[in-house]
């Protein structure tokens, strides 16, 4: 097993489409480091379900009846505890979904196209797991550009960026920026294993989930602006 010694990762599917639940639980259970351990049809069975019992990571639908993907994810975070929080990761048909950066607003760690490859969603889940976001660097920059607003210079609150220090300050400015972290070492002439270092400072340092929502405060506090390179 690659992601747990003891154990396979623990996945759980909220979907109001069967097919869907059922094409995702088999290409998870062929794995031997996951297995899926909980169904849901709808976001408020999920809230009930996953308030009782622990997994690690929840690829959750948009649109499902009675409760949403983003409301579901949202009540999830705020009612579960730090250390029993699963990953989320969210699911939708587009590819540039107005409905996605909401639900990364409310704590997600990304999405991921429901017409998917297996091995992107493989990858997807082992990813999240490790605290990264599921969405790649490009994508998060062309997501962003679309669909965050940018408050003019007066309104925007950049007191969150105090605590960072300079060189933090140009690790997420290239983060927002769309770079990898291979790409930021190179364009800082770092170790790549440093840059990791600093965007784990980054995201302690802004409270952030993970690099999606490290980036969104780039944009917001005006450090990154859309169509930037």
């Given at each position: 097993?690659?992601?747990?010694?003891?154990?396979?990762?623990r996945v759980a599917l909220v979907d109001d489409q069967p097919l869907v639940r059922t094409g995702f639980a088999m290409v998870i259970d062929s794995q031997d480091d996951m297995e899926v351990v909980l169904q849901a049809t709808d976001g408020a069975e999920a809230v009930r379900e996953l308030s009782a019992r622990s997994v690690?990571?929840?690829?959750?639908?948009?649109?499902?009846?009675r409760m949403d993907g983003i409301e579901a994810t949202s009540t999830l975070l705020e009612r579960l505890p730090v250390?029993?929080?699963?990953?989320?990761?969210?699911?939708?048909?587009?590819?540039l979904d107005e409905y996605v950066v909401a639900?990364?607003?409310?704590?997600?760690?990304?999405?991921?196209?429901?017409?998917?490859?297996?091995?992107?969603?493989?990858?997807?889940i082992r990813t999240v797991h490790r605290g990264d976001a599921v969405i790649a660097p490009s994508a998060t920059?062309?997501?962003?550009?679309?669909?965050?607003?940018?408050?003019?210079?007066?309104?925007?609150?950049?007191?969150?960026?105090?605590?960072?220090?300079e060189r933090e300050r140009e690790?997420?400015?290239?983060?927002?920026?769309?770079?990898?972290?291979?790409?930021?070492?190179?364009?800082?002439?770092?170790?790549?294993?440093t840059?990791?270092?600093?965007?784990?400072?980054?995201?302690?340092?802004?409270?952030a989930r993970d690099r999606v929502q490290a980036v969104i405060i780039a944009f917001e506090t005006g450090l990154v602006t859309p169509g930037e390179q």
């Amino acid at each position: 097993m690659t992601e747990t010694a003891d154990r396979p990762l623990r996945v759980a599917l909220v979907d109001d489409q069967p097919l869907v639940r059922t094409g995702f639980a088999m290409v998870i259970d062929s794995q031997d480091d996951m297995e899926v351990v909980l169904q849901a049809t709808d976001g408020a069975e999920a809230v009930r379900e996953l308030s009782a019992r622990s997994v690690d990571v929840v690829l959750m639908d948009v649109r499902m009846p009675r409760m949403d993907g983003i409301e579901a994810t949202s009540t999830l975070l705020e009612r579960l505890p730090v250390e029993r929080a699963p990953k989320i990761i969210v699911l939708t048909t587009f590819d540039l979904d107005e409905y996605v950066v909401a639900a990364i607003r409310a704590g997600a760690s990304g999405f991921l196209l429901k017409d998917a490859q297996p091995e992107d969603l493989l990858g997807a889940i082992r990813t999240v797991h490790r605290g990264d976001a599921v969405i790649a660097p490009s994508a998060t920059r062309r997501l962003l550009e679309r669909v965050v607003s940018t408050p003019e210079p007066a309104e925007q609150d950049t007191s969150v960026l105090a605590e960072l220090t300079e060189r933090e300050r140009e690790v997420l400015t290239l983060m927002g920026r769309g770079r990898s972290n291979r790409e930021i070492g190179a364009q800082l002439f770092v170790a790549e294993a440093t840059v990791k270092t600093h965007v784990g400072r980054v995201l302690a340092k802004l409270g952030a989930r993970d690099r999606v929502q490290a980036v969104i405060i780039a944009f917001e506090t005006g450090l990154v602006t859309p169509g930037e390179q």
